[in-house]
């Protein structure tokens, strides 16, 4: 079965540190990645994609990602945190030659960032 | 701004009524999404639209149907409500059918009581 997965429920980091938000998908074919976040109270905001090419993504906010194809991961990641970065984070996997199709989200990690 | 819009900000019902969520997708897009969020379940894909036709279905429930009208802004209905469908529902939009970037609307807190 299609899956994602974001194996940490919430991830904590001191502001000025490094993050990793970690995923990692079980789908077939080469999908499209993305990774979204969303504010308390607010939708989900794209942040990046990929679809081909390089396997680092910039993305909006100062935010990469990294595709590992051999390790089936985009884990999100970005220099230096800010407090301003707290929020809940999704990584999405969108199978490929769906026809119609269907997005698979994880779950979601939260991200605390301390002053 | 995502240029989603979506109403009711929040609305709260009795068990077995019947709601409408209404949804606009931002100018010119054709797909339209529903999604619920709920605490225990996460983000679940409902369903799908593409220039008024239904394209793809996820975990929709049966008493839960969705419509895209010649306009493009899209309803989705949900009857004979349960407190278990208590939850955020989300639109989102996009360009094409196939879409890659998805953009959400504010959502819609469905309370059940």
Do not use: M
Request: glycine share 8%.
């Amino acid at each position: 079965a299609q899956s994602v997965a974001q194996p940490e429920d919430q991830v904590n980091v001191a502001e000025g540190n490094p993050l990793t938000v970690k995923c990692t998908y079980s789908v077939s074919g080469n999908p499209y990645l993305f990774w979204y976040v969303q504010y308390p109270n607010r939708g989900l905001q794209f942040l990046l994609k990929y679809i081909t090419g390089d396997n680092l993504v910039k993305g909006s906010y100062g935010f990469e990602a990294e595709f590992n194809k051999s390790q089936t991961s985009f884990h999100l990641k970005k220099p230096s945190a800010l407090v301003s970065d707290s929020a809940l984070y999704f990584c999405a996997v969108r199978p490929p030659n769906t026809g119609g199709f269907k997005t698979i989200f994880g779950a979601g990690t939260r991200l605390f960032v301390k002053a | 701004d995502s240029g989603v819009t979506q109403t009711p900000k929040h609305l709260i019902t009795a068990t077995g009524q019947r709601v409408t969520l209404r949804c606009s997708p931002r100018s010119g897009d054709l797909s339209v999404y529903w999604y619920q969020q709920s605490l225990d379940q996460g983000l679940q894909f409902l369903i799908q639209y593409y220039n008024g036709e239904e394209r793809a279905k996820g975990n929709i429930l049966e008493r839960f149907s969705a419509q895209q009208f010649p306009d493009l802004h899209s309803e989705l209905n949900l009857s004979s409500l349960e407190l278990g469908d208590s939850a955020l529902y989300f639109c989102a939009s996009s360009v094409e059918l196939a879409g890659d970037t998805q953009y959400f609307g504010p959502g819609t807190r469905l309370t059940v009581l």
